[in-house]
Each structure stands twice: as structure tokens, then as C-alpha cells.
């Protein structure tokens, strides 16, 4: 059986507000579980045998206790990862990513789909820097892709970028239409 993973939003602040953002998150949002909050909260999980901390939200590399949220999870015995959009994936925040054992960055199609849907016109390019990087520094890294109907063509191309960069895997994941993607992808 899959390992017991705790899937964790600890924020809701994202530097992006993607079109499909099943959480809504956006740079304005402040909602967030403090350490006072999670640090019980994780160890009465793992005394009831969870194994593995997943990271998401809002972008968890934004979350401003993130290192001692990995340390406290680390410090219980479990293994810690996090999906995110790669914007905070280089040599700056370098002290942050040791603190994983694995992460994946989210992909939503090639260049113009992704950044399409990321509202961002470096969002893909930056992505990309992430996952070179982490593979790099031999941090296991995967790719969460999104499919859609407008990424689905695009799936055999990015594997192979992806693969060409060093991601350990591609992760295939359908489109949840749940927060702003019931607006941006009715039908």
C-alpha cells in the first residue's frame, strides 16, 4: 500500500492566480495555519502512523514558516514534499529546499498554455529553471502536469523536455473543476 501522506495547505497566498486554481489562491490572500497550530496537529498524525508530509496551498514556498514547518515534520520521522510553481526554485532559496525530500513543480501544457493559464508570461520559463535546477542539485524532482483539453495535445512533447531536464517523472493529473476553474473552464 501507498505510504500514509498528510496533504497539507498551509497557506493560501500564492505569487500566481492561476485560471484553474482549485484553492483560489492568489498574492492577496492571507489566510494561513501558523506552527502553534500545525506542529501538534502534525505530531498526533504521525503517532496515528502517517508517513509522508505533501506540501501545497497557495505556493508553499511562500509560506514564512516553511523552515521550521519542514524541520518540526523532519524531526517526527516523516518524509516531506511539495508541489509547487517553481518561481521560488533556485540557489536564493536554497536553505528552504534542503528541507525537502522531493518536490514537483506544476506544468499546465507547453509555453503559451502554461503561461496562459498562469497569467504569467515567465511562468513556464521559470518552471522550467526549477526543475533543471533541482535536478541539478540531485533533489528528486517530478512535474505535476495539468491536463486539460487545451494541454492534452501537448503531454508527448513536454515528457520529453521534462525528461531532457532531468524530472524523475511526470505526473499525469486531470483538471479539478473546483475554485476558478468552474469559472475559466465551464464546459
Request: aromatic fraction near 6%; proline fraction near 5%; include cysteine.
Amino acid at each position: 500500500l501507498p505510504d500514509r501522506t498528510i496533504h497539507l495547505h498551509p497557506l493560501a497566498r500564492c505569487n500566481l492566480a492561476c485560471k484553474h486554481c482549485y484553492s483560489t489562491s492568489d498574492p492577496k490572500a492571507s489566510d494561513l495555519l501558523t506552527m502553534k497550530v500545525l506542529a501538534p496537529a502534525l505530531t498526533q498524525l504521525r503517532a496515528e502512523g502517517y508517513e509522508v508530509l505533501s506540501l501545497s496551498g497557495g505556493e508553499p514556498m511562500l509560506y514564512p514558516e516553511l523552515k521550521a514547518l519542514t524541520r518540526h515534520a523532519k524531526s517526527l520521522g516523516l518524509r516531506v514534499v511539495a508541489i509547487t510553481n517553481g518561481f521560488r526554485i533556485n540557489a536564493n532559496f536554497g536553505d528552504l529546499i534542503e528541507g525537502f525530500d522531493g518536490l514537483a513543480i506544476s506544468f499546465d501544457g507547453l509555453k503559451e498554455v502554461h503561461n496562459r493559464v498562469r497569467c504569467n508570461p515567465r511562468a513556464f520559463d521559470m518552471a522550467l529553471k526549477g526543475v533543471a535546477y533541482l535536478a541539478q542539485t540531485k533533489k528528486p524532482v517530478a512535474a505535476a502536469y495539468t491536463v486539460s483539453k487545451e494541454s492534452l495535445r501537448d503531454i508527448p512533447e513536454f515528457v520529453e523536455i521534462a525528461a531532457g531536464l532531468g524530472a524523475r517523472a511526470v505526473q499525469l493529473r486531470p483538471l479539478v473543476l473546483a475554485g476558478r476553474a468552474t469559472e475559466d473552464y465551464a464546459g
